[in-house]
């Protein structure tokens, strides 16, 4: 039920992924590739930061600005910078490692889009790196293995939140398949299995941190959806700074309305007012309650006509 895959999927979302990127700012309900956007923002910020002051003789003003904005591990440190659990979230500093998150951001994070929606990705993405960031300084203050290790240790990285949409996306669509290189078509609830198990034997090693975290993530995004399902959302406090954020910077162009000054019959006349009263009718409220119904019925449970204003929604 929960699983089966909508039957018409956005257009918009399977365009260009370039355009949609290069718009990313331009367009409502485009939370995916806003997240994406804003890593590659910060990555080739901090790459341009770090190659010039390090030419210039200030490497160490470079690792010192860092480490303010990584995620630490010391209760001491956190208090001292508590933006950290938001800021890590958008740090890269190896290409391999940019690469590999936003490429399964943005195949796990298509399925959240088509399912729950633009907002709830963006609650997955942000939700999913504070409880991984919490769970890795809980891990590393609680467990004897890191106690010497606390003080030393910061964290950066999207995996926490890509987890969480990861994670999500199995949960929701867990029959969806993705064809794989060797592998041939496979689950994504499969893929999603193998890479937490993969996370938790390697949450003793080189990178120990990062890989807590995406623990954390993958858990957040498991309750979320199950959540959901039981009618609560964890990220209705984010959504709202969201809304906010997105009415306070996004440009209002006015809908103008023209009408043909000719001599043609009434049932010409009043044929355009009709089609612009329909389509003003297909609200962010409206699509939202649809999507909570997909959430709690599936898809099929959808009326004919919610299909239909699904569909129409879609192609805007």
Do not use: C
Request: no cysteine.
């Amino acid at each position: 039920m929960f699983g089966k895959k909508i039957e018409r999927v956005s257009t918009d979302m399977y365009s260009s992924f370039w355009d949609n990127l290069k718009n990313a700012f331009n367009r409502r309900d485009n939370s995916l590739y806003k997240l994406i956007a804003l890593n590659l923002l910060a990555f080739f910020v901090l790459l341009i930061a770090r190659v010039f002051l390090t030419l210039s003789g200030f490497g160490d003003v470079y690792t010192l600005a860092l480490r303010g904005i990584m995620m630490p591990a010391s209760l001491s440190t956190l208090a001292a910078q508590p933006w950290s659990p938001f800021t890590y979230l958008f740090l890269h500093e190896g290409l391999f490692h940019i690469l590999f998150n936003l490429l399964f951001l943005y195949y796990f994070g298509l399925l959240v889009h088509q399912y729950l929606g633009s907002r709830r990705l963006t609650n997955l993405y942000l939700l999913g790196g504070l409880f991984g960031a919490g769970f890795y300084v809980l891990v590393y203050n609680l467990a004897p293995y890191f106690m010497d290790k606390v003080d030393s240790s910061m964290m950066l990285g999207a995996s926490a939140g890509v987890f969480a949409v990861v994670v999500g996306a199995a949960t929701v669509a867990p029959q969806t398949t993705f064809f794989l290189f060797l592998l041939g078509p496979v689950k994504i609830v499969y893929i999603a299995a193998f890479y937490v198990l993969l996370s938790f034997a390697n949450s003793i090693g080189a990178n120990a941190g990062g890989e807590i975290a995406h623990l954390g993530g993958a858990m957040l995004g498991y309750g979320y959806v199950v959540l959901l399902r039981k009618g609560w959302d964890l990220g209705m406090p984010i959504q709202k700074v969201g809304l906010f954020f997105e009415n306070l910077f996004s440009r209002r162009v006015p809908k103008v309305s023209f009408r043909r000054a000719t001599s043609t019959s009434s049932r010409t006349t009043n044929a355009a007012p009709t089609k612009t009263v329909q389509k003003e009718t297909l609200s962010q409220e409206e699509v939202d309650k649809i999507l909570d119904k997909i959430a709690e019925k599936g898809y099929e449970g959808l009326t004919k006509e919610e299909k239909r204003k699904l569909f129409e929604y879609s192609k805007k």
